[in-house]
């Protein structure tokens, strides 16, 4: 373990590709160490190897403990890490790029920083959320207005497909217990998918506060993207918890959305999703894993990085 601060980041090209990570794994009650390049999860029960390059993201729940060199390999890896409270409720993540690439970034903030163009981007999400829909010419309020009524729908939908009683959608932060069984699975399914989300989000190198939909917020875009499949995974694989019974939602929940985002290769899905969303073709990306930083001219020429241009012109 001496020699771990020495090593070098990996290049993107020896980095497992986000879309074929594990979605997340869940850890509780356990101290989360490095051993090589793998973490380990040691609790009463023993200890389990884990390749950190495998992981899209780490679900830290309560009674865990996690060591500096664990942070340093997943970081390393663009693993997102989310620390979340007795039964998920709460919600910290972080991580790193796994393109080292800006040009995702740049693409998101150009069309963030316009604001026909952030609304052209929303309107692309509602109509990739809700399939059928002419979101042509709708205005923010008539986006919203489609949301409401279609998300009670789906409510409607699920409740009759497993039998499972609804009544509203209630979210209580300071007390997750006291919401029935849906809406704990609801709440639970969220948090997963936010997750899930903020993973892709980090790994591509876009920001997590540049939303389109949502605003205000250090992860409005992670909320934006998870909403794309809500009611495609969430919502139905917290009604599929529910109707299995009312004990542990949280756990149940968990894995009903895991099953669900392996069969529909969410990740997969996710980043081409996102590239389409802000129309990036890769055309600033190398291909060939190296860095490559450029310092920029006045008409928005890219020159290479790392050398004295104060005896020589830059354009």
Known sequence: MSTVSRRGASS???????????????????????????????????????????IGTLLLGPGTRVTHQAMSVLGECGAAVVWTGEHGVRFYAGGRALSRSSGLAEAQATAWANRRTRLDVARAMYRMRFPGEDTAGRTRQDLLTMEGRRVKD?????????????????????????????????????????????????????????????????????????????????????????????????????????????QTKLLDRCVRDIKDLLRYDGTRDTGDGQDRVTLQTDDDTHVTGGRNYGDEPIW
Not at 13 to 30: A, K, W
């Open 154 to 262: 789906c409510y409607r939908r699920e409740a009759a497909r497993t039998g499972v009683p609804w009544r509203r959608r209630e979210y209580r932060p300071d007390d997750f217990l006291a919401a029935d069984a849906p809406n704990q699975g609801v709440t639970a399914a969220g948090q997963c998918m936010y997750g899930i989300a903020h993973a892709v989000v980090a790994a591509l190198g876009c920001s997590p506060a540049l939303g389109f939909v949502h605003s205000g917020h250090e992860r409005s875009f992670v909320y934006d993207v998870a909403d794309l499949y809500k009611t495609e995974i969430g919502i139905p694989a917290a009604f599929d918890a529910a109707a299995e019974g009312e004990e542990d939602m949280a756990s149940r929940t968990r894995r009903a959305v895991r099953d669900r985002v392996r």
């Open 12 to 54: 993107p090209h020896e980095l497992g590709r986000i879309g074929d990570r594990v979605s997340f794994i869940y850890l509780e009650r356990c101290t989360v160490h490095r051993e090589d390049n793998a973490i380990t999860a040691t609790d009463a029960e023993g200890t389990t190897h884990i390749p950190s390059a495998t």
